[in-house]
């Protein structure tokens, strides 16, 4: 039986499909480009497992996707989302990178994933997870379909805590 769409998953879905064309300029902008940094040091971080299954939850635009299989070059990387307006544009850059016969993308919720228990080498979510409806379903949902000795690697923006980081960030 489907799970029921809440009025916090469709207003969350609705609002990154506005968003859709202006996301990715508009998280570098935010993040001062740190978002990029980040990715890139959590990909590098799944190196040394040779992860050959990925799915990246919320996936949107599928940056962390892309640069997964350019760094890490597993067999296939499924990129899941609730925005297919998000994952529309992700499918165009993919194609333009010539990544998609190992990137695929599939609408999916994050806390019911549709996948068997012990799916996946490695489970990824870059700046997705302060969107979830439900964090701790969300951590269930991912340990769940990870293999056993499989990786989870979350990156996620957080509110600095000290001076002048902290007002830096609220501005």
């Known amino acids: 039986m489907a799970k029921p769409i809440t009025p916090r998953r469709e207003q969350v879905e609705t609002m990154f499909n506005s968003i859709a064309p ?48 350019q760094r890490l070059a597993p067999d296939r990387i499924l990129g899941v989302d609730i925005s297919e307006g998000m994952m529309d544009l992700g499918r165009e850059k993919v194609k333009e990178a010539g990544l998609d016969n190992v990137i695929f993308f599939m609408k999916d919720d994050s806390t019911a994933l549709s996948f068997d228990k012990e799916s996946f080498d490695a489970v990824t979510v870059a700046y997705g997870a302060r969107n979830f409806e439900n964090l701790e379903a969300g951590i269930k949902e991912m340990c769940r379909v990870l293999k056993p000795g499989g990786h989870l690697m979350l990156v996620e923006l957080t509110t600095p805590p000290h001076f002048p980081m902290k007002q830096l960030f609220w501005i």
């Open 22 to 69: 202006t996301y990715d300029r508009l998280n570098h902008t935010l993040s001062l480009g740190i978002d990029r940094s980040w990715r890139r040091k959590a990909v590098d971080a799944l190196k040394p497992f040779a992860p050959s299954t990925i799915l990246d939850i919320a996936t949107g635009t599928g940056d962390f996707a892309i640069l997964a299989a």
